[in-house]
């Protein structure tokens, strides 16, 4: 009986430890999770919201490889994916900040593209979004 | 049945064959990301420069990897781009901010000369 009793007990903690084991996210679907609630409050409707439902797509594909198969090669690699689309989100939505109070001092009149001996405003200007930004 | 038997042989070589091979477009596009990061200046931006090696260093590991499983090379590629993207991304940011402050700069004094 004593032995009966010992064997259950040791098959329920056994059973407890390998469910813990299988509900045991990986540290970067955590992070990625994590990432996507600031972002998403932080981004808003701002610019990088392409990207955030980019990284809200793989974010999903990762939850779905590890809610069918753990913590997975596939799930730890889509989670990495998300991460980094995620600080893209954030990186253009600060570049787009950044891009309007360039717009405005060109709508001033202050600056226009390209001026000579400025290495880095040509190269911002080359991009289609910063010449909407100077429309705007 | 030997035939059969050759057959199915011929298939699985022709099916390996096509294993093996690179997918030409996702390999190019992630060679495209990195090139273009290395253009913006990706290499004068720690955190850019850091993602710009993993990228690389990942793109190599697929290439290496031309003799095993398919899907792993497409991750590491899928990795790989997502890196470069996020480089060129960080490498645009600071060229971008750095405009924006001159720009700032020259508005306030221009602003300021506005007012005296």
Redesign the interface.
């Known amino acids: 009986m004593k032995i009966r009793d010992t064997s259950l007990f040791a098959s329920i903690v056994l059973a407890g430890l390998m469910s813990g084991c299988a509900t045991t996210a990986p540290p970067e679907l955590v992070q990625a999770r994590t990432s996507f609630t600031t972002s998403k409050q932080r981004i808003g409707g701002q610019a990088g919201t392409y990207e955030l439902h980019d990284a809200w797509t793989v974010l999903a594909k990762a939850n779905k490889e590890f809610d069918e198969n753990g913590d997975t ?2 799930c730890r ?1 889509y989670a ?2 998300a991460q ?2 995620l ?2 989100a954030d ?2 939505a ?2 787009e ?3 309007q ?2 717009a ?3 709508k ?1 009149g ?2 226009g593209p390209g001026q000579p001996g ?1 290495k ?2 040509s ?2 200007f080359l ?1 289609p979004r ?1 010449a909407q930004g100077r429309t705007a | 049945m030997m035939k059969e038997l050759m057959m199915s042989f011929a298939l699985l070589g022709l099916a390996g064959c096509t294993a093996v091979q690179i997918p030409s477009d996702r390999l190019e596009h992630s060679q495209a990301s990195i090139r273009g990061a290395e253009e913006v200046g990706a290499n004068g931006v720690p955190a850019a420069r850091l993602h710009l090696q993993l990228a690389k260093d990942q793109t190599d590991t697929a290439k290496r990897w031309q003799r095993v499983a398919r899907s792993g090379r497409c991750w590491f590629l899928a990795r790989a781009e997502s890196d470069a993207e996020l480089a060129l991304g960080l490498a645009r940011e600071v060229s971008v901010h750095q405009d924006a402050l001159k720009a700032a700069e020259d508005l306030k004094s221009v602003r300021d000369r506005g007012t005296n």
């Open positions: 090669t596939m690699d990495y994916i980094n689309k600080e893209l990186v253009k600060r570049t900040l950044d891009r109070k360039i405005e001092a060109v001033a202050v600056r400025e880095h405003q190269r911002a991009d910063a």
